[in-house]
């Protein structure tokens, strides 16, 4: 059961799942609505355009766009690439939680969704010194530049606009944890 100081946590563990449902499949016709409410968005994108563009972003086979920290968070002299330094230090971060990855789970952990559900998890359980030491050496350190190369290939102002929200909301969750 889910444990929450105020109702500021219940909304940030929202978001968490909103954004991380995001890059695990197209976004259905009811999910692009509720996002338009939520964010208050004003993109004119069609269903079809967005759906086109998720595949083109996400599933592309040049393959420049994965969605894995091990791409854009890894140590001095080694290469990105999938299973990296980064999944086993975010493997071990979900141990210290008491998580354990399913092996139906079809998803890297450090898969932007798997590390956004996470957190998720983190802020319901109000474990804010994980939130604290997650947000800090995983999400604050890839997911802002991660943002910015989806807004610069995105071909829909749907994806500029929830890369540019996922950025900022990252980086004002990261400032506020600091101070």
């Not at 595949?55 to 299973?83: D, R």
């Not at 008491?98 to 359980?125: C, K, Q, R, T």
Request: hydrophobic share 40%; proline share 5%; charged share 25%.
């Amino acid at each position: 059961m889910p444990f929450y100081y105020n109702v500021e946590d219940i909304e940030r563990a929202e978001l968490y799942r909103l954004f991380a449902g995001l890059f695990i499949d197209e976004p259905s016709d009811d999910m692009l609505m509720q996002l338009k409410e939520v964010f208050q968005m004003k993109f004119a994108d069609s269903p079809q355009e967005i759906r086109i563009d998720f595949a083109h972003i996400f599933l592309s086979p040049g393959g420049h766009l994965l969605p894995y920290e091990s791409f854009y968070n890894y140590p001095l002299g080694e290469k990105p690439g999938l299973w990296g330094k980064a999944t086993e230090e975010v493997q071990l971060f979900y141990s210290s939680a008491g998580i354990m990855m399913d092996e139906d789970i079809s998803l890297i952990p450090d898969h932007i969704s798997a590390e956004l559900f996470f957190m998720s998890y983190l802020v319901e359980n109000g474990l804010s010194g994980l939130q604290q030491r997650f947000l800090e050496d995983h999400l604050s350190k890839w997911i802002p530049e991660y943002c910015g190369e989806v807004q610069k290939h995105a071909g829909t102002n749907f994806y500029k606009e929830i890369a540019n929200i996922l950025k900022e909301f990252i980086l004002s969750e990261h400032e506020l944890m600091m101070s």
